[in-house]
């Protein structure tokens, strides 16, 4: 395990977000879920405090403390998809309940920005075709959630059908 772990603040979904997390993608669990010993400003004694739980290998913590902190797209979470499948499962998952953003991003029901990006995209965006580039990054700015055959069809120049 990474020495760092993200901690993601909940005012009392602490448990229900991280659940939600680890249904979505492999390689996740719950490893514990802490109980607050006494009353503070984020939990009542005996209430979720703290769930540590692996999204995709990665050591979470989830907080419940307290009033609601938004989230901004200064920080997101990038998911690296192999296939246009996977791209639209996550997409699906994280966004219901949630919002849909330009470019492959989304904020999810608790306002947790992510990137749902498919793994071609650095190549398509940094071939060595220029031109192509060009074409993909364009078709790219116009999707909310990224098409793989559309990106590729913009970078090998093919009129879209």
């Known amino acids: 395990m990474s020495k760092i772990a ?3 603040w909940f005012n009392g979904e602490a448990e229900e977000a991280a659940n939600f997390y680890v249904s979505l993608l492999p390689d ?3 490893n514990k879920v ?3 010993p006494v009353d503070n400003p984020g939990a009542k004694a005996g209430s979720v405090l703290v769930v540590n739980f692996i999204l995709a290998g990665q050591e979470y913590m989830a907080l419940n403390g307290g009033t609601r902190f938004e989230y901004t797209h200064a920080i ?5 998809c192999a296939d246009q499948a996977e791209v639209d499962r996550l997409w699906n998952g ?3 309940g949630g919002e849909t953003l330009q470019c492959g991003w989304l904020r999810d029901r608790y306002g947790v ?10 190549q398509l965006l940094g071939g060595s075709d220029a031109a192509g580039a060009k074409r993909a990054m364009q078709a790219m ?6 098409n ?3 990106l590729r069809d913009a970078y090998e120049g093919k009129s879209a059908a």
Not at 76 to 80: N, P, T
Not at 141 to 146: F, R, S, V, W
């Open 141 to 146: 700015m116009g999707m909310t959630k990224l």
């Open 34 to 36: 802490q109980r607050s």
């Open 6 to 8: 993200p901690c993601l």
């Open 76 to 80: 997101s979470f990038k998911v690296d």
């Open 28 to 30: 996740s669990r719950i």
């Open 113 to 122: 920005s992510w990137q749902i990006v498919p793994s071609v995209l650095p």
């Open 94 to 96: 994280l966004s219901s």
């Open 148 to 150: 793989i055959d559309e």
